[in-house]
């Protein structure tokens, strides 16, 4: 089995300074949830096309922050928003090295306060699961791109999670503003990466939505 979070930084590995920071934070703090090695590197190589800025909803200790960052061109902006004081006070200690890394405390919904971001990662609310959701025709620039972390891969179409049909997959891999698909990053581990449509395309018209958001 897969160790999880914060606990799969324990097989080792070379990891950007950064990184190792933040998991240090999250080790010291006891913080289990960490973003895992594989959707680190993943947010890590996304990151670096990005220049016009980088949101994240969810900190934790800022781990997936710490992947975005070292990836980044120089110049580029990342904010990240989190809820939890002491969270987001760790956090903001992690970067505070980096003036162009910015962690506010909050409710996600502040990364509606800037954008349109060329890059958008859903950790910590927004994700359509019952948290509200972020509306990528308003977050994304046109040909931006967002990642929704943490799905369990799933075998059927339509994906179903825990029995029942997975309404914040189908909404997010149905999005008429997005071209999206789901990654499987390791046996127990999915994302769905999308990227916003220009205007002048038209979604495909034989898609068959079967998706409502949830929250
Ligand atoms: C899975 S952890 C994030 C891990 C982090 N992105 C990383 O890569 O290490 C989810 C975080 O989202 C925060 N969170 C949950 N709901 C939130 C909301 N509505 N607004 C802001 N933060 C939220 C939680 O407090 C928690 O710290």
Known sequence: MSLQGTAAYEAGGHLPELVRR??????????????????????????AGASAGIAETGTGCGVGLAWLASGAAPGTRLISVE???????????????????????????????????????????????????????????????????????????????????????????EHPALRATELRLAPDLSVIVGTRRHETETPNPDAEPVGQPRG
């Open 22 to 47: 933040a998991v240090d934070a999250a080790r010291t703090h006891g913080f289990a949830y960490s973003c895992r090695p594989e959707q680190g590197r993943l947010l890590q190589t996304l990151a």
């Open 83 to 173: 809820r939890d004081p002491a969270r987001a006070r760790i956090a903001a200690d992690v970067f505070r090295d980096r003036e162009d890394v910015e962690v506010l405390l909050g409710d996600w919904r502040r990364v509606e306060e800037s954008g349109p971001y060329d890059l958008l990662v859903l950790d910590g609310g927004g994700q359509a699961k019952g948290d509200g959701t972020a509306d990528p025709a308003r977050l994304l620039t046109t040909g931006g791109t967002v990642v929704i972390d943490d799905f369990t891969p799933s075998p059927t179409w339509p994906p179903r999670f825990n029995g029942a049909l997975d309404h914040s997959r189908l909404y997010w891999l």
